[in-house]
Nanobody, 124 residues
Framework: VQLVESGGGLVQAGDSLRLSCAAS????????MGWFRQAPGKEREFVAG????????RYADAVKGRFTISRDRAKNTLYLQMNRLKPEDTAVYYC??????????????????WGQGTQVTISS
């Protein structure tokens, strides 16, 4: 079972990035899923989440209005569109899957599967 993130990189403030998280080994189409990030010296924090059927999303206040989470259940893939990026968005971004038919969870402890992370660096 694997979650593999991609799409990270180094961009300038104001630019956009789209992260993808491809699942393999099992279907996560009916799992709640989320994006977290961790900056150096800081705890892992919730960024965005989506419930099992895609009908409910939640965002951290710091990214609300700039980031959009979405999922393609047929492709077993989760996305995070990040617009108007800021230097404080710099972090390693992780995707995670919680449990079947779950709502949006905003704490890491609710997630059972994690990707390896992708680095996002925003220069000022």
């Amino acid at each position: 079972v694997q979650l593999v993130e991609s799409g990270g990189g180094l961009v300038q403030a104001g630019d956009s990035l789209r992260l993808s998280c491809a699942a393999s080994g099992r279907s996560f189409s009916d799992y709640g899923m989320g994006w977290f990030r961790q900056a150096p010296g800081k705890e892992r924090e919730f960024v965005a989440g989506v419930n099992w059927n895609g009908g409910t999303t939640r965002y951290a206040d710091a990214v609300k209005g700039r980031f959009t989470i979405s999922r393609d259940r047929a492709k077993n893939t989760l996305y995070l569109q990040m617009n108007r990026l800021k230097p404080e968005d710099t972090a390693v971004y992780y995707c995670a899957a919680s449990t079947p038919y779950s709502d949006v969870l905003i704490t890491p402890v609710g997630y059972s599967y994690w990707g390896q992370g992708t680095q996002v660096t925003i220069s000022s």
